[in-house]
């Protein structure tokens, strides 16, 4: 790709003047169809430093309306943000939807600058392809348009101009030591950047590769970019055309496996036991979470389950001999309106912990597979593909050190009916049951069938379920622990980098 690009191509000021005003013009009302639509944009502006990322941005925002974009200049991780896996980052920087997001460099930056660094090494590179293709896969299935624009220079442009950036006391500070060195050793880089360009260039987000030797040319080359991509979105919306996804599975591969049926719920334990298990079981946790934190091992827990299943009554005995500043409990009900305006995993995404930290979720992003999809709320192309979507997830978090368990509180219908009548009558618990409660006890049959699908399609080694025999308090809050425990002491005991 670059090699072949012709980098003397120039365009004169007045042919320069007669298509850019145009191209403006045309730019403001495709942003404003766009926000009318709800299609969320982001853009991304990669290349060679000193190829003018910075200038060229500039040049789009005037086109722009700047009530309806945000640019985030991207360098090196904040403390904060390398205290999370790399893509968190991103995730935080969602444009909600009609909205459009700048990046002045981007998720490339970590197989790109960091790889060249040595801040990664090839296999977590390796890793990092895989996760930012299933983050832009993810996005766009969900209607995101990606822009990807790289600049490309030669070495000896790239020279002169950190030269005279160099020769100016207000300009020599834009140039770093790791510009100068990835200057000197071009041939490398620009290696690395093709083989980038290579492996992430598909259909649905495309590279964009335009030589940056001359501004005015690139200029309009950008333009022409960012308006052909988002008046082909806005014509799929308008003509109502769907994202093509490959599924993981087909529609002949149906699930005829129960794994819940499987599951002893006869299991108890007797209050005593209860209580002798329980005191030295939170000691043990207790004692944990200062390894964790000093090691800067992070978990999370995600809790599932039938209505009235325990698992309000299992994350109180879990977190309460934990140093609150080491965990957070996120409860998680229906996406407001707000939150429906961006991808559906980016709110779990903003509560990932941060390393040594406890995350823990009182109902997850699997309700895209059991409530969303038995009450309609997304289609079945949407949940079908949230299998992968969801594993790819978990996959980018236990790549990054994270101990992820998933646990379902499982109880049977006669007790849950038992619990609902013994919240009903409980002025203290009435608070508890609702009526949307009892709406989908009426849906047990539907939900069990989901649930059976999700746990067999998304139990990893990695990230597993955990199904916990519920019909018991007693024993359900202490397998729970019993698990946590053991999961975290297995996890102290590897050598991880």
Request: glycine share 6%; net charge positive.
């Given at each position: 790709?670059?090699?072949?690009?012709?980098?003397?191509?120039?365009?004169?000021?007045?042919?320069?003047?007669?298509?850019?005003?145009?191209?403006?013009?045309?730019?403001?009302?495709?942003?404003?169809?766009?926000?009318?639509?709800?299609?969320?944009?982001?853009?991304?502006?990669?290349?060679?430093?000193?190829?003018?990322?910075?200038?060229?941005?500039?040049?789009?925002?005037?086109?722009?309306?700047?009530?309806?974009?945000?640019?985030?200049?991207?360098?090196?991780?904040?403390?904060?943000?390398?205290?999370?896996?790399?893509?968190?980052?991103?995730?935080?920087?969602?444009?909600?939807?009609?909205?459009?997001?700048?990046?002045?460099?981007?998720?490339?930056?970590?197989?790109?600058?960091?790889?060249?660094?040595?801040?990664?090494?090839?296999?977590?590179?390796?890793?990092?392809?895989?996760?930012?293709?299933?983050?832009?896969?993810?996005?766009?299935?969900?209607?995101?348009?990606?822009?990807?624009?790289?600049?490309?220079?030669?070495?000896?442009?790239?020279?002169?101009?950190?030269?005279?950036?160099?020769?100016?006391?207000?300009?020599?500070?834009?140039?770093?030591?790791?510009?100068?060195?990835?200057?000197?050793?071009?041939?490398?880089?620009?290696?690395?950047?093709?083989?980038?360009?290579?492996?992430?260039?598909?259909?649905?987000?495309?590279w964009h590769v335009i030589p940056a030797t001359d501004r005015r040319f690139t200029t309009l080359r950008v333009y022409e970019a960012v308006t052909a991509a988002m008046e082909s979105a806005?014509?799929?919306?308008?003509?109502?055309?769907?994202?093509?996804?490959?599924?993981?599975?087909?529609?002949?591969?149906?699930?005829?496996?129960?794994?819940?049926?499987?599951?002893?719920?006869?299991?108890?334990?007797?209050?005593?036991?209860?209580?002798?298990?329980?005191?030295?079981?939170?000691?043990?946790?207790?004692?944990?979470?200062?390894?964790?934190?000093?090691?800067?091992?992070?978990?999370?827990?995600?809790?599932?389950?039938?209505?009235?299943?325990?698992?309000?009554?299992?994350?109180?005995?879990?977190?309460?001999?934990?140093?609150?500043?080491?965990?957070?409990?996120?409860?998680?009900?229906?996406?407001?309106?707000?939150?429906?305006?961006?991808?559906?995993?980016?709110?779990?995404?903003?509560?990932?912990?941060?390393?040594?930290?406890?995350?823990?979720?009182?109902?997850?992003?699997?309700?895209?597979?059991?409530?969303?999809?038995?009450?309609?709320?997304?289609?079945?192309?949407?949940?079908?593909?949230?299998?992968?979507?969801?594993?790819?997830?978990?996959?980018?978090?236990?790549?990054?050190?994270?101990?992820?368990?998933?646990?379902?509180?499982?109880?049977?219908?006669?007790?849950?009916?038992?619990?609902?009548?013994?919240?009903?009558?409980?002025?203290?618990?009435?608070?508890?049951?609702?009526?949307?409660?009892?709406?989908?006890?009426?849906?047990?049959?539907?939900?069990?069938?989901?649930?059976?699908?999700?746990?067999?399609?998304?139990?990893?080694?990695?990230?597993?379920?955990?199904?916990?025999?519920?019909?018991?308090?007693?024993?359900?809050?202490?397998?729970?622990?019993?698990?946590?425990?053991?999961?975290?002491?297995?996890?102290?005991?590897?050598?991880?980098?």
């Amino acid at each position: 790709m670059l090699k072949e690009l012709d980098y003397d191509v120039k365009i004169s000021k007045q042919d320069y003047q007669e298509a850019i005003k145009p191209l403006q013009v045309k730019l403001m009302e495709l942003q404003r169809q766009l926000k009318e639509l709800e299609i969320p944009v982001m853009i991304a502006f990669e290349g060679f430093g000193a190829a003018g990322k910075g200038v060229q941005t500039a040049q789009l925002l005037k086109g722009l309306d700047p009530r309806g974009f945000i640019v985030y200049p991207v360098k090196n991780e904040t403390e904060e943000e390398a205290m999370h896996p790399f893509l968190w980052r991103f995730w935080n920087k969602m444009p909600a939807k009609g909205r459009i997001s700048i990046f002045d460099s981007s998720w490339y930056r970590r197989v790109l600058i960091d790889y060249f660094e040595k801040r990664v090494d090839k296999k977590q590179v390796k890793a990092s392809y895989k996760s930012i293709a299933a983050f832009e896969g993810q996005l766009i299935a969900e209607g995101m348009v990606i822009i990807k624009l790289f600049l490309a220079i030669d070495e000896k442009t790239q020279k002169q101009r950190f030269g005279r950036l160099l020769a100016d006391e207000d300009t020599a500070w834009r140039v770093s030591a790791g510009d100068l060195l990835r200057n000197k050793k071009f041939s490398k880089y620009a290696k690395i950047n093709e083989n980038m360009l290579k492996a992430t260039d598909n259909p649905e987000a495309p590279w964009h590769v335009i030589p940056a030797t001359d501004r005015r040319f690139t200029t309009l080359r950008v333009y022409e970019a960012v308006t052909a991509a988002m008046e082909s979105a806005i014509k799929a919306k308008q003509e109502e055309e769907q994202v093509q996804v490959i599924y993981p599975h087909s529609e002949e591969e149906a699930i005829h496996e129960t794994v819940l049926d499987k599951v002893d719920l006869s299991k108890s334990l007797t209050r005593e036991e209860y209580q002798r298990k329980l005191r030295k079981l939170q000691k043990k946790l207790e004692g944990l979470h200062g390894e964790l934190y000093r090691k800067r091992i992070p978990v999370i827990i995600g809790f599932e389950g039938w209505d009235a299943g325990g698992k309000g009554g299992a994350i109180k005995r879990l977190t309460s001999k934990l140093d609150p500043r080491g965990y957070a409990v996120s409860p998680t009900a229906a996406a407001n309106e707000w939150e429906k305006r961006f991808h559906y995993l980016w709110r779990f995404w903003k509560h990932v912990p941060k390393y040594g930290h406890i995350g823990i979720f009182d109902r997850t992003w699997y309700g895209r597979v059991m409530v969303e999809r038995i009450e309609g709320f997304c289609t079945k192309p949407e949940w079908q593909r949230a299998y992968k979507e969801i594993n790819d997830m978990e996959r980018d978090w236990t790549n990054e050190g994270y101990v992820v368990l998933k646990f379902w509180m499982h109880i049977d219908k006669d007790e849950q009916k038992r619990r609902f009548d013994e919240r009903s009558n409980n002025p203290l618990k009435e608070w508890k049951i609702t009526d949307e409660d009892w709406r989908n006890r009426e849906k047990w049959d539907a939900y069990e069938e989901a649930v059976n699908e999700m746990i067999i399609r998304t139990d990893k080694p990695a990230a597993p379920w955990i199904i916990v025999p519920g019909n018991c308090k007693y024993y359900a809050r202490i397998k729970v622990l019993e698990t946590v425990v053991a999961a975290i002491e297995a996890r102290l005991q590897e050598d991880w980098p």
